[in-house]
């Protein structure tokens, strides 16, 4: 006997209607919301599908693509007007419009059919814009210091410049090697860490956009730059021979602001030899050991209109890195959470041994207040010696130059000062303070835990507290270990290990949205990848490697120049 299921007549209205809430939303173009300075001429568009309803399937879409959010708003798609296009496909719609140059802006939304005639309400709009696709778009120079010491203190460049009309949108491409802070009229332009991503240079260079439209002013402006030496100028000697990388320079800049105008004018401001040249408190960074701070060397105002630059020394125009410029389209790093002390320890000799209570990649933010001079030590590692010390025994000896992990704050002596360092980040869990003014309290110090600020992707909870312990330390390890590209640890070595990242990629991506990382970083394989085939155990390189893990693991391959394709990299 078969049965039946009796529904409610409204009900049944209600599903031959299809009133049942459907939408699309999270619309992404190359893995990301709302990017900006593509230099992908055919973009891939994808986007969700919301319903209150379960087995919801798109039978078609359409996707306007406009060059202004007006049009777009109009239902104009100048740009690009797909039609209705039969296909459940919402993943890596390639755009398929009028060319795409340099600097436009698109705004785009979608619309579906789920079965029958009557599509979904349009989308809510998101946009794009274009980055400099062309050599020629760039007008500006790479500069830096005039002096010819490989190993200084952080440069700092500067330049005021006016503009006069009202206006429509500035934007300000740029990167700096090995990393940069930009700054405009004395704030910091966006929220990123540790800009560009490190790439093999001599390939590949990343330069990062940004919308600057609201940090301008009508009138004066001033730009500033600070540099540090991250990858670019790897001067702590180490295992993997970053010192000796073919494209090893000091670092440098290049900067083009474009303002445009509402009479259809346009401005540029572009890094050359008007720039100005100064040092200032950073008097050394390095990948591995860490930064010293003098206070007493900062120079007020430096950023901002109005500074007597009348000393500073002319910026030098330098020799430009050998690799291709290319944009940056992946989420950037960020300071995603601050983490406060669980225990502060009194150690000997006025010493304080600070427990974060969670191993983390970042950096730290310290106050104090004392007199000027004062020398503020600040040590990061993992472990602890029986005795309650730090111990960074395990790892100190991968710095081979310098002290491990070690900053210094030296204070200007000032009412209450705070500083963090700002070119370089460390895996740790202590913090042990030498030379502290005063009594080290909780509110003091904090650490700043900074990663490739991904989109959440998934989570898990259980009534299992050992599954759910197991799952915390698995996202720690994933953050810990992602800046920019997937990396083996956030202490000792912070390279991009190709075996540790494929053991690691599936469960990280159940938890993120890691996949623009994970585009990015198979350009860096192939930058790497030699004619040959042959890739080096560590990705990008300074030519440390290649022969690494080539070696037959199981006795039946010996002959490290004759691989033509790299077999797994087992560590």
């Not at 049942?20 to 986007?47: I, M």
């Not at 296009?85 to 979608?110: N, T």
């Not at 007020?300 to 002319?314: H, I, L, Q, R, V």
Request: hydrophobic residues 35%.
């Amino acid at each position: 006997m078969k049965t039946f299921l009796r529904l409610p007549s409204v009900v049944l209205a209600l599903f031959a209607i299809g009133s049942f809430a459907q939408s699309v939303d999270a619309l992404r173009c190359e893995y990301l919301f709302n990017p900006a300075g593509l230099d992908v001429v055919k973009p891939r568009l994808s986007w969700q599908i919301k319903s209150d309803e379960r087995g919801v399937m798109q039978t078609a879409y359409q996707i306007l693509v406009a060059s202004s959010a007006d049009k777009l708003s109009d239902d104009a798609g100048n740009l690009w007007d797909s039609g209705k296009v039969a296909s459940d496909r919402s993943i890596h719609v390639e755009y398929a419009g009028k060319p795409l140059a340099s600097r436009v802006q698109c705004f785009w939304k979608v619309r579906i059919w789920h079965g029958g005639e009557t599509p979904t309400k349009w989308s809510r709009p998101a946009m794009w814009t274009m980055g400099l696709l062309n050599p020629a778009d760039w007008k500006a120079k790479w500069i830096g210091s005039p002096t010819t010491n490989m190993v200084e203190a952080a440069p700092m460049l500067r330049k005021e410049f006016s503009v006069e009309k009202r206006i429509r949108r500035a934007t300000a491409y740029v990167t700096g090697l090995g990393y940069y802070e930009l700054s405009l009229n004395g704030k910091k332009v966006g929220d990123h860490e540790l800009d560009p991503k490190n790439t093999r240079y001599d390939k590949r260079v990343l330069y990062v956009t940004y919308d600057v439209t609201k940090q301008l002013s009508r009138g004066k402006n001033a730009l500033g730059v600070m540099l540090g030496n991250g990858w670019y100028n790897y001067h702590n000697k180490n295992a993997w021979d970053f010192d000796t990388a073919p494209w090893r320079a000091k670092p440098e800049l290049l900067l083009q602001l474009e303002v445009e105008f509402t009479d259809g004018t346009v401005q540029q401001i572009v890094s050359d030899e008007s720039w100005k040249y100064s040092t200032g408190p950073i008097i050394f960074d390095a990948m591995l050991a860490g930064e010293i701070y003098d206070a007493r060397l900062e120079r007020n105002g430096w950023n901002a209109t109005g500074y007597d630059d009348s000393k500073w020394a002319a910026a030098k125009v330098v020799s430009a890195p050998e690799g291709k410029l290319t944009a940056q389209m992946i989420p950037p790093i960020r300071v995603t959470e601050t983490i406060k002390p669980v225990k502060i320890t009194p150690l000997k000799h006025g010493a304080y041994l600070v427990d974060f209570g969670q191993n983390l990649a970042g950096t730290f933010q310290i106050k104090a207040k004392g007199r000027a001079g004062t020398d503020i030590k600040i040590e990061t590692a993992e472990l602890l010696h029986t005795n309650g010390t730090l111990n960074a025994d395990n790892i100190k000896s991968f710095s081979k130059s310098y002290p491990f992990q070690t900053d210094h704050y030296i204070m200007k002596g000032s009412g209450t000062e705070t500083w963090r360092p700002r070119f370089m980040y460390g895996g740790f869990q202590y913090a042990q303070i030498t030379g502290y003014p005063g009594e080290l309290k909780p509110g003091n110090i904090v650490a700043l835990v900074e990663h490739t600020d991904f989109v959440p992707a998934g989570t898990f909870k259980c009534s299992n507290e050992l599954l759910n312990d197991i799952q915390h330390c698995t996202w720690w390890s994933y953050v810990n270990n992602f800046h920019g590209h997937p990396t083996d640890c956030p202490n000792r070595e912070r390279n991009g290990w190709t075996g540790d990242a494929h053991l690691a990629a599936e469960t990280g991506l159940y938890n993120f949205d890691a996949a623009a990382n994970y585009t990015q970083w198979m350009r860096d394989f192939r930058d790497e990848q030699r004619p040959d085939g042959v890739l080096p155990g560590i990705i990008p390189t300074g030519g440390w490697g290649y022969k690494w893990g080539q070696r037959a693991r199981v006795g039946f391959r010996r002959d490290l120049d004759s691989v033509v394709s790299p077999p797994i990299l087992w560590r």
